[in-house]
């Protein structure tokens, strides 16, 4: 059913919104709830539409600009891209371009730049890996905001195809796991020798650390995104209090799903080991 919109006023507060295409971006969600328990939330995930990987740049930006205007309608100030795709692919148009016909007061951010300003300060070598989808990887989104922040850290990606079907399957800790997480790490490393830290570059490969910690060199850091995205969320909110004010404070979370909810109930318990009770919602 379609969620009815939440009605406004201009001093009205509302829950920080976090948005994904599928089931990866509750494990940020869960890092930013352990970090600002106190706040609000309401996750939407796109889940009859993913993943959002394979799609092209504009479908990509239709599918987030969609996701992001729902939470809007729903009382949301403040959006948050826990995901990849959409925030390598969508971010910036909606930041350039929307937000200004749709509420200039409403901000939408994503979670490529707390990665990248992090690493800059984790690496020695100044060699950086990254593995992420093959649609992350081909935006080079990554290694242009690295490159701002960081110039002299040189950014080497590879793609894993294989790896979000491993989670959302739940076969990343199965045996058969293995096989793809080496060869990836394997190809990587491969291709520079001197990298000493890995961006785990989509939401999703948190599951599959055990593996990689297994397979990476010991030399080698691997970083996931959960955590640095929180940091930089409660710095945000702190440096623009004109932000924090409209950001309700009751402690609660409340999911939305494309997809059939009792699916989605099934999926994200496995995923946060907590009861879910999502409602399905429509958008266009």
């Known amino acids: 059913m379609t969620l009815p919109p939440h009605s406004l006023t201009a001093t009205a507060t509302g829950p920080i919104g976090v948005f994904d295409s599928g089931f990866g971006g509750l494990t940020v969600l869960q890092e930013i709830r ?21 799609h092209s740049f504009d479908v990509v930006y239709q599918y987030t600009l969609q996701g992001v205007e729902a939470l809007f309608e729903q009382g949301c100030h403040l959006v948050i891209l826990a995901c990849n795709t959409a925030s390598a692919k969508a971010l910036r148009t909606i930041q350039q371009h929307d937000l200004e016909k749709i509420d200039p007061n409403r901000r939408v951010l994503g979670v490529i730049r707390p990665t990248a300003e992090i690493v800059g300060h984790l690496t020695t070598t100044r060699h950086v890996g990254l593995l992420a989808t093959p649609g992350t990887i081909s935006s080079k989104s990554y290694d242009m905001e690295i490159q701002k922040l960081h110039p002299d850290v040189k950014v080497t990606g590879v ?19 293995d096989y793809f997480v080496k060869a990836k790490i394997d190809e990587l490393m491969e291709r520079d020798r001197q990298i000493d830290v890995m961006i785990l570059g989509c939401t999703h490969f948190p599951f599959l650390l055990p593996k ?28 623009h209090q004109e932000m924090d004010c409209k950001c309700s404070k009751g402690g ?16 994200a318990r496995l995923f946060l080991r907590e009861d879910v009770n999502a409602m399905q919602i429509v958008l266009n």
């Open 159 to 177: 793609a894993c195809p294989m790896w979000v079907p491993l989670v959302e399957n739940f076969e990343y800790d199965k045996p058969g796991a």
């Open 212 to 239: 990689i910690a297994h397979y990476l060199p010991t030399c080698v850091k691997a970083i996931s995104q959960g955590q640095y995205v929180a940091e930089q969320l409660e710095d945000y909110l702190h440096r």
């Open 252 to 267: 609660s979370c409340r999911y939305l799903t494309t997809e059939d909810s009792e699916i989605f109930n099934k999926t």
């Open 34 to 54: 352990a970090r600002l328990p106190h706040y609000d939330y309401l996750f939407l995930g796109d889940n009859a539409r993913a993943p959002y990987g394979g």
